[in-house]
């Protein structure tokens, strides 16, 4: 075993701007930098805290966006059922229209066929009106010679039974004068009379029917024109109606795109979030396997724990440094109070041992642990493997515990 007791210890910074010479404190004993290491981790957990806040923040944002966004789907759902909806009625009021304009179309047929017939029959009554004038007035001339004809022969018969007229009518001749009138002409002239009064009784008798079927006709056309009339308001309101549906549906329209809109950016925000959170979560899982993890830090092993006879050695067992690790401490526990001396020793082989340092002289006792630092300078990146050897120089043998952490 090399012993390198009392020379002058180099060793190169972390910084590595060269190689350093080792400083002791006013006991004689390397600084450690173990506060540094508990500092990072600290500050490690602060910035995992930090992170969890902004990670609960983000959720709690991104449950109210879900919510925002599950509102705007079942809006968006409403909408399109309503939308159907409207479709479906504008459809069948399309039917409606359409048949009500059918209707409208058969009854303005109908109406002009009445109208052409009422026309035919103002156009026959008013022939009959004028027939019947004429008739009036033949009716009244014959009245006029009938009556004349009545006086006449009433006048007639005056005299034969007054016996002023000599009445001889052979049956050869009646003794009357050419061309006067006989009982044959007046039988013809009353048959003619009388041929006249029942032509005078049918056409009285048409006339009323056709007053009749005019009243009915009339009553017939103020129903139609009553119909019409509400066709009219009706065809107006489902005018209105339908301007106001299709001037909803354009609405709708108009609330769906900007809903589309709204959801495509939302869908945009929640991917980019998404990514954002993947990545989150990423450097959490790295943060949080950098912080369980090992990174080089050795747990407190207890590596010698017999007694040593007085003025002997003991050695402790080898412990394996890890490579990141670049300082640890050891602590040495006594029986008895008195002057020790240690030395840490490190091999490349864990075969040949070589001492880092001339023996960390201590005064320990009363089973009271002594961390001592063993700091870069006494620790080579060429040495995987360590162990401690005590020094017992006590009078009488001593039970002594070594501990190692980093």
């Not at 001037?247 to 980019?272: G, K, P, Q, R």
């Not at 017999?306 to 402790?316: K, L, Q």
Request: charged share 15%; hydrophobic share 40%.
């Amino acid at each position: 075993m090399s012993n390198i007791q009392g020379q002058v210890l180099l060793a190169e910074n972390s910084a590595g701007d060269g190689l350093k010479r080792l400083k002791l404190d006013s006991s004689g004993r390397l600084e450690c930098s173990v506060n540094e290491i508990e500092i990072t981790a600290a500050a490690i957990n602060v910035d995992v805290a930090a992170l969890e806040v902004l990670q609960t923040a983000t959720n709690s944002k991104l449950d109210v966006l879900e919510t925002t966004l599950t509102a705007i789907e079942t809006d968006a759902a409403a909408t399109e059922v309503l939308h159907t909806a409207t479709n479906s009625s504008l459809t069948a009021i399309t039917g409606y229209v359409d048949g009500l304009e059918t209707l409208q179309t058969s009854t303005n047929t109908k109406l002009d066929t009445l109208e052409t017939t009422l026309t035919a029959i103002e156009t026959d009554q008013a022939a009959l009106e004028v027939l019947h004038t004429a008739t009036n007035s033949a009716l009244t001339d014959a009245e006029a010679h009938l009556g004349t004809i009545d006086t006449s022969t009433a006048s007639l018969a005056t005299c034969v039974g007054s016996s002023k007229v000599n009445v001889n009518i052979s049956s050869g001749s009646s003794g009357l004068p050419s061309g006067a009138s006989t009982a044959a002409n007046q039988s013809t002239l009353i048959g003619h009379v009388d041929n006249v009064e029942a032509k005078l009784d049918t056409l009285e008798t048409t006339l009323t029917a056709i007053e009749t079927d005019q009243a009915a006709i009339e009553v017939l056309l103020t129903a139609a024109n009553g119909k019409h009339a509400a066709n009219e308001v009706l065809l107006t309101a489902i005018d209105a109606d339908t301007s106001n549906i299709a001037t909803s549906t354009a609405a709708c329209a108009t609330d769906l795109a900007a809903i589309e809109v709204l959801l495509t950016a939302a869908n945009t925000d929640h991917a980019a979030n998404e990514v954002l959170l993947t990545a989150i979560d990423q450097k959490l899982g790295d943060i949080e396997t950098a912080v369980q993890a090992p990174q080089g830090v050795m747990d407190v092993a207890t590596i010698l724990s017999a007694s040593v006879s007085a003025g002997s050695t003991g050695t402790s067992s080898t412990f394996t440094k890890p490579r990141e690790v670049d300082k640890f401490a050891f602590a040495v526990v006594a029986q008895t109070n008195g002057s020790y001396n240690a030395f840490v020793e490190a091999s490349v082989d864990n075969t040949t041992f070589f001492q880092m340092n001339g023996g960390q002289s201590f005064n320990i006792g009363g089973n009271a642990e002594n961390f001592q630092d063993i700091g870069t300078s006494q620790i080579s990146s060429a040495f995987k493997f360590y162990r401690i050897t005590i020094a017992n120089n006590h009078s009488s043998p001593q039970n002594f515990t070594v501990k190692v952490c980093s």
